[in-house]
């Protein structure tokens, strides 16, 4: 076998990780003298446990090797190894990269031009709007989003990217084959057709709580900056932030409401040196590296309000609207509009695309 096939095999065996797979390395020299190794050869390695080197010897086989490359081409999956040419720039120079990738999609050229966006599952309205708008915004520009596919901020990262016909990740802490959470199937459809679902784990792994902090550190080392959304004090996403900055990259936070549990984290991110941001052209302005790459061009018919005439009581809504998403009764407050007349606005607004009707009877505007 080739060294790449041989990267693919050690991978998709139980107990044998990065470290692991380095050691064999330093042992053997060559990667490829590990498949010609003899049993007693393996159980010579030192810094290896036990059920490790038995793992190795088990899986070693034609017929293993047969079954593991008939799967892969079963269930579409490409692999991408450290080796390969096509390997992304930005995630071989971290620490400890990924020895292989499993992608369902495709990679391509502009996808190294990438921002990551995490966030809270217990999202609020204000944190799906904002994750939505920012990422609509960074999509237009031709700006790829990486995010975990998560419940909340996640789901509504990968959403926005999709309506603005952009591109998207989404990285796994589990097989590419296990839709997690379940919940998201169709928007894990939807992810393979504009971009990928990625993974370091082999097929059939299974979402352990151990697998998520090592998954962050793809999620932020794929990218050339993160943003984090909403977070509590204590969460996943402060800790893919403290990766992002270990790795070298701009970390960006959204403000939020100092009385939010779910805002606690990005308030505390901003207190200690993230940039405060509260649109893409916030990013690009710090990311100078995009500004030769990306599309600068923003045009005003990506923005659907520019498309229809506004009559004055819908510009009056929409300026309310633009604080983020409200309930009706808000808007009715904020724009002295009568509720009768109100409903039939937010209707006409809504019939045109221009917002969108969220449960609670909340709109927002439909960037």
């Not at 902090?213 to 959304?229: A, F, H, K, T, Y």
């Amino acid at each position: 076998m080739e060294n790449r096939e041989v990267l693919i095999w050690l991978s998709s065996i139980q107990q044998v990780g990065i470290k692991s797979i380095n050691r064999l390395e330093e042992h053997f020299g060559c990667i490829q003298n590990i498949w010609t190794a003899s049993k007693s050869e393996i159980n010579d390695v030192k810094g290896l446990k036990t059920i490790t080197k038995q793992n190795i010897i088990k899986y070693k086989s034609d017929g293993y090797i047969d079954k593991l490359f008939n799967e892969l081409k079963k269930e579409k999956v490409k692999t991408i190894t450290i080796l390969d040419d096509n390997y992304p720039k930005n995630l071989r120079n971290i620490f400890n990269p990924p020895k292989v990738l499993y992608v369902k999609g495709d990679f391509v050229g502009n996808d190294e031009i990438c921002i990551a966006m995490v966030g809270a599952r217990k999202a609020t309205y204000y944190g799906k709007w904002v994750a939505g708008k920012i990422s609509k915004e960074l999509s237009r520009y031709g700006i790829t989003i990486i995010s975990g596919l998560a419940a909340g901020i996640d789901a509504m990262c990968h959403s926005g990217a999709l309506d603005a016909n952009g591109r998207t990740f989404g990285v796994l802490g589990c097989g590419v084959d296990i839709i997690y959470p379940k919940s998201n199937k169709r928007l894990y459809e939807e992810i393979i057709e504009n971009g990928g679902i990625i993974s370091e784990f082999p097929l059939k792994a299974e979402p352990r709580a151990g697998n998520f902090p090592q998954r962050n550190r793809i999620i932020s080392g794929l990218s050339e900056g993160l943003v984090v959304v909403e977070a509590k004090k204590k969460s996943g996403s402060l800790i893919t932030a403290n990766l992002a900055l270990e790795q070298g990259k701009d970390v960006f936070a959204v403000p939020g409401n100092i009385n939010s549990i779910y805002s606690t984290g990005t308030n505390e991110l901003i207190k200690d040196g993230a940039k405060l941001i509260i649109n893409a052209k916030d990013i690009i302005n710090e990311l100078t590296q995009f500004k030769d790459k990306i599309d600068s061009k923003y045009l005003a018919d990506n923005n659907i309000i520019n498309n229809y005439p506004l009559n004055e009581k819908e510009k009056k809504v929409l300026e309310a609207l633009k604080q983020g998403p409200l309930h009706c009764d808000m808007i009715e407050y904020n724009t002295n509009i009568k509720m009768s007349d109100l409903i039939s606005i937010l209707t006409m607004l809504e019939m045109k695309g221009i917002i969108k009707q969220m449960s609670g009877k909340i709109f927002t505007i439909n960037n």
